[in-house]
T-cell receptor
């Protein structure tokens, strides 16, 4: 079965510390991978995406993610977080041949001043 | 600027009442989607449409209905058959249906529906 899992529902991090938000998927076919951010009472905004090529993908707001095919992971990282990064982050996967995105359950990132 | 407009931002519904949520896009996207968001449950797909006058049920279609009479518009009706409609509803669109979702989705800013 094809699925996507975000292992942490909440992640508290001190300001200016690094952060990693985890995302794993299960699939027997090729995938496209995405990370979205949602600020309170707003829609989702695309942070970055992996379609092919280099496995390290850089996105907006200083975020980056690395595609690891052997571990079926696409973890999101930022070397130094800011209070404005407080939001919910969603990993999403498109399985080859399927026109729809499958979303994880989200990780709420809280920045501690 | 191109984008997706959802209205209203907040909506209150009485028990037994149908309500319609509006979603309009000016991105010339083929596919449109409706999601429901509840705390801790992520996004759940209600309905989607890949082309005008055609749509498919998602994972939680019961109690909802949609139409796609124009490429730009994909309204969602929450009917009285939906027993727990209080949630945040998100509309999205994507550009190239035939190539899968590789371009990602563009989202609207959402409608928060509350039953009173």
């Amino acid at each position: 079965a094809q699925s996507v899992t975000q292992l942490d529902s909440q992640v508290p991090v001190f300001e200016e510390a690094p952060v990693e938000l985890r995302c794993n998927y299960s699939s027997s076919v090729s995938v496209y991978l995405f990370w979205y951010v949602q600020y309170p009472n707003q829609g989702l905004q695309l942070l970055l995406k992996y379609l092919s090529g280099s496995t390290l993908v850089k996105g907006i707001n200083g975020f980056e993610a690395e595609f690891n095919k052997s571990q079926t992971s696409f973890h999101l990282r930022k070397p130094s977080v800011h209070i404005s990064d407080t939001a919910e982050y969603f990993c999403a996967v498109s399985f080859f041949g399927n026109e729809k995105l499958t979303f994880g359950t989200g990780t709420r990132l809280t920045i501690i001043p | 600027d191109g984008g997706i407009t959802q209205s209203p931002k907040y909506l209150f519904r009485k028990e037994g009442q149908n309500v319609t949520l509006s979603c309009e896009q000016n991105l010339n996207h083929d596919a449109m989607y409706w999601y429901r968001q509840d705390p801790g449950q992520g996004l759940r797909l209600i309905y989607y449409s890949q082309i005008v006058n055609d749509f498919q049920k998602g994972d939680i279609a019961e109690g909802y209905s949609v139409s796609r009479e124009k490429k730009e518009s994909f309204p969602l009706t929450v009917t009285s058959a939906q027993k727990n409609p209080t949630a945040f509803y998100l509309c999205a669109s994507s550009a190239r249906r035939s190539l899968g979702a590789q371009y990602g989705y563009t989202f609207g800013s959402g409608t928060r529906l509350t039953v009173v």
